[in-house]
């Protein structure tokens, strides 16, 4: 889903009051939401491991697939953004989906990953970069049913 208007109208808003509701019921995986009015909350590179440490919270069946990553390639958050998502969301959320006891903790567990704000980070260069780095994720990833401004099917 994607929420759209002009500036001051409460898409913000809108965007806590579901990350809150999905919170309570156990939906929301992840969220981020970018402020150019908050020091280091307009900076894209905090993004996939913002996202990646709450990801291992809230679904820790990846936990290992992630730590996994991280212990064979100690630099990885330091790579572009395109390796980052690749190895640290898509390759362990795969993972779990094809192991048979991960893969039940998965499928039950919270889905939801909100991004708002992403107009306050950086330049629309940096904007367009970080979608372009999340559908081309997407899209090569089957297993995945996630669209960027799009809900799942």
Do not use: W
């Given at each position: 889903?994607?929420?759209?208007?002009?500036?001051g109208?409460?898409?913000?808003?809108i965007?806590?009051?579901i990350?809150?509701?999905?919170?309570?019921?156990?939906?929301?995986?992840?969220?981020?939401?970018?402020?150019?009015?908050?020091?280091?909350?307009?900076?894209e590179?905090?993004?996939?491991?913002?996202?990646v440490y709450?990801?291992c919270?809230?679904?820790p069946?990846?936990?290992?697939y992630?730590?996994?990553t991280?212990e064979?390639?100690?630099?990885v958050?330091?790579?572009?953004?395109?390796?980052?998502?690749?190895?640290?969301?898509v390759?362990?959320?795969?993972?779990?989906l094809?192991?048979?006891?991960?893969?039940?903790s998965?499928?039950?567990?919270?889905?939801?990953?909100?991004?708002?704000?992403?107009?306050?980070?950086?330049?629309?260069?940096?904007?367009c970069?970080?979608l372009?780095?999340f559908?081309t994720?997407?899209?090569?990833d089957?297993s995945?049913?996630i669209?960027?401004?799009?809900?799942?099917?």
């Amino acid at each position: 889903m994607r929420l759209y208007g002009p500036a001051g109208t409460g898409k913000s808003a809108i965007a806590q009051s579901i990350a809150e509701l999905c919170h309570k019921s156990n939906l929301l995986a992840a969220s981020l939401f970018f402020s150019h009015a908050a020091a280091g909350r307009s900076d894209e590179s905090r993004l996939i491991p913002t996202l990646v440490y709450q990801l291992c919270l809230s679904m820790p069946a990846i936990r290992k697939y992630v730590e996994d990553t991280i212990e064979r390639d100690p630099l990885v958050l330091l790579r572009s953004s395109e390796v980052q998502i690749r190895s640290l969301v898509v390759d362990p959320l795969s993972r779990a989906l094809l192991d048979e006891k991960d893969a039940l903790s998965f499928h039950s567990g919270p889905k939801l990953i909100i991004i708002d704000g992403l107009d306050e980070c950086g330049r629309a260069k940096v904007q367009c970069y970080v979608l372009s780095v999340f559908t081309t994720a997407v899209q090569e990833d089957p297993s995945t049913d996630i669209v960027p401004g799009r809900q799942p099917s």
